[in-house]
């Protein structure tokens, strides 16, 4: 299931024009990776629309039941917006693919990406 949403999060964020590099080497790629990073515990893209002008990262992290980090896909429960190192406050958090929360959030987060892009190219 949480595959199918990561899948979801990947088609609508090329729909709206965004593209993927590679994590560790910075080379375009067409598909993110579903791996898990042990050392930062969480699922790690770099996105971008223009490479020269704003790169962006993206942290998606999973917690079993007991509040530990668990590789398990199944288990993932938010994304992030990280910019420079940094967190920010654009985050989203997984629910049921097929509920209305999902959708709406799910749009939500990607309204707020793209507002943060925007804002941060202006500055």
Known sequence: MSEQRLNTLVDLLKSRGWNFLDYEDGT???FPSF???TNSEC???RIFRNPNILR???LIS???EY???SS???EI???CLWYNGKPTEVCFSFSKINSRTWKIDLINFLNALDSYEKEKINE
């Open 72 to 74: 398990n896909l199944n």
């Open 77 to 79: 429960f938010q994304c």
């Open 28 to 30: 375009n790629i067409m």
């Open 67 to 69: 509040g530990l980090f």
């Open 43 to 45: 699922i790690k893209w």
């Open 62 to 64: 999973s917690i079993n």
């Open 56 to 58: 962006l990262e993206l």
């Open 35 to 37: 791996s898990f990073d």
